[in-house]
């Protein structure tokens, strides 16, 4: 039952993202793809202050890749920084709540793999903390 409500959340976040769209003064924007099946995930974030101020996606593929990404980006609104980069996979796969096989952690942890590169090219050019 309860794994049936996961998956019916994953498929509506597939159908219908909250927070697909385009940061259009974002600070950082890093697209990267799945190398198994060629499916794509741009994150794109504005930071203030050392904080998410706003985040988006665009992307194409599998529900999960998708469906994670969107939830992915909801835990991260006005984190801090210090926070997103300590977030592991095994604390979002919780978040997800569904089983996957090893083959689909990669759908789900795309986003999760593009939001830290991100973050970290952020900080690299100088980005504050
Ligand atoms: Fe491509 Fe899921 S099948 S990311």
New binding site residues.
Partial sequence: MIKEMYREIILERYKNPVNAGVVEDADVVVKDY?PT?G?VVEIQIKFNNGVVKDIKFQGH??A??QASTDILIDSVKNKKIGDVIRITSEEFLKTLGIELSPLRL??AL?GLKILKTAVYSYLGAGGEI
Avoid: V
Wanted: hydrophobic fraction near 20%.
């Fill in positions: 799945n099946c499916d593929g599998c999960i890749s990669k759908c795309l």
